[in-house]
């Protein structure tokens, strides 16, 4: 540990499972004073803090309901005052194929990745620092154009956007915004979202090993640390970009 973040007091959103967890734990073992998780599932955010430890605390808040995160502000406003960072992370990924599609589908997959990151983010800038820092988690679908997952794509693509416009809309406060874009992540994602067995999981890491130049699948942690060294001070003339963490596979 090199106490990148000691006593600061962070938000990830979908810090439950997954990227967020590992997020979340990495900011902990960085020397955070206290990490905000938030997710739908009590059940889920009870388990990750049982994780994590004292310092993180769990908020069952969905960031498609602006009531839920006006709720996180007040939590966060009243226990600590102000944030020093905050990472829009919460996502959905499911196949939508096209002309299949129903419009629920297209509402809840704009509702979470888009309407979420964009009110969480405006919801909790008030108790921003200024100088602090925003990580949105995008994807490598902001640039690519698998099958089935236009929707997936689109609304990754609007998350990217959001760094350009908000890391010059913020420059007066001389809050930083970058976006994350993850490659191929072993996360519950892949069995809940694109609700895969075990088989097609094995045939993806089996693809993956064939197409990613680094020749494996990331784990969490292999993105988290991507996401803090945004968010920390070494990356304090990085500002507006979208780092992709794929192991090449965008990039060839
Ligand atoms: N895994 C990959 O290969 C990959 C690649 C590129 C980008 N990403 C992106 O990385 C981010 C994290 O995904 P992951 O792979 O770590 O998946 P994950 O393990 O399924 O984590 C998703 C997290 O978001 C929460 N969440 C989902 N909908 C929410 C909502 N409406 N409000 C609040 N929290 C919500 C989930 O908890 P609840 O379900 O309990 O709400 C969970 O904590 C997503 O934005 C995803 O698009 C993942």
Same mark, same amino acid.
């Given at each position: 540990m090199s106490g990148k973040f000691i006593n600061q007091v962070a938000v990830?959103?979908?810090?439950?499972?997954? !990227?967020?967890?590992? !997020?979340?734990?990495?900011?902990?073992?960085?020397?955070? *004073?206290?990490?905000?998780?938030? =997710?739908?599932?009590?059940?889920?955010l009870d388990a990750a803090v049982a994780a994590l430890g004292d310092n993180a605390v769990a908020?069952?808040?969905?960031?498609?309901?602006?009531?839920d995160l006006d709720s996180l502000k007040a939590l966060v406003e009243a226990r600590d005052g102000q944030?020093?960072?905050?990472f829009a992370n919460a996502?959905?990924?499911? *196949?939508?194929?096209? =002309?299949?599609?129903?419009?629920?589908?297209?509402?809840?997959?704009f509702d979470i990745n888009v309407k979420g990151v964009f009110f969480?983010?405006?919801?909790?800038?008030?108790?921003?620092?200024? =100088?602090?820092? !925003?990580?949105?988690?995008?994807s490598i679908c902001s640039v690519t154009g698998m099958e089935g997952l236009s929707l997936y794509s689109a609304s990754k693509a609007a998350v990217r956007s959001f760094a350009r416009t908000w890391a010059n809309e913020l420059k007066g406060r001389k809050i930083r915004v970058n976006a994350l874009s993850p490659g191929f992540t072993r996360?519950?994602?892949?069995?809940?979202?694109?609700?895969?067995?075990?088989?097609?999981?094995?045939?993806? *890491?089996?693809h993956v090993e064939q197409t990613v130049p680094l020749g494996y699948m990331a784990q969490p942690e292999e993105i988290a640390s991507s996401a803090l060294f945004l968010a920390c001070?070494?990356?304090?003339?990085?500002?507006?970009?979208?780092?992709?963490?794929?192991?090449g596979l965008t990039q060839i």
């Open positions: 990830v959103t979908g810090g439950s499972t997954g !990227i967020g967890f590992a !997020i979340a734990q990495a900011l902990l073992a960085e020397g955070a *004073k206290r990490v905000y998780i938030t =997710g739908r599932s009590a059940a889920t908020v069952v808040s969905d960031v498609a309901q602006q009531a944030l020093d960072a905050v996502g959905v990924c499911e *196949k939508n194929p096209v =002309g299949e599609t129903t419009e629920a589908a297209y509402y809840n997959m969480t983010v405006q919801t909790l800038l008030p108790l921003m620092k200024d =100088g602090s820092s !925003i990580v949105l988690t995008a996360t519950p994602l892949m069995d809940n979202g694109l609700k895969m067995d075990e088989s097609q999981i094995q045939a993806l *890491k089996d001070a070494d990356a304090k003339y990085v500002n507006g970009v979208e780092l992709i963490v794929d192991g």
